[in-house]
């Protein structure tokens, strides 16, 4: 009987335990989205996956670059375009 009592005590002290901790990661949670746009959120992150943005910057590397960061040598005001599609009736 004692030894129920010590195991529902153990029991009892470790649901105290994961309720503190679960207040603690609520509240560090709010902090860090606190930090990021109050709308818009993360630029590059939603949860554990690659924001739309995010994903359009990696399809656009892969296009233009071997790696992201070798767009770093162009400005930012640099515009990347591909040709325009001609239709037979356009060509004169």
């Given at each position: ?20 901790v679960q207040r603690e990661h609520t ?48 400005s930012p005001n640099k515009s990347y ?12």
């Amino acid at each position: 009987m004692a030894e129920q009592q010590d195991y529902e005590q153990q029991i009892e002290g470790l649901h105290v335990a994961l309720a503190t901790v679960q207040r603690e990661h609520t509240q560090r949670l709010s902090e860090f989205h606190a930090a990021f746009h109050p709308v818009w959120g993360s630029l590059m992150k939603t949860g554990y996956q690659n924001s739309q943005f995010a994903s359009q910057v990696a399809r656009f590397a892969c296009l233009y670059s071997s790696h992201v960061g070798n767009l770093r040598f162009y400005s930012p005001n640099k515009s990347y375009r591909a040709l325009q599609d001609e239709m037979p009736h356009d060509v004169l």
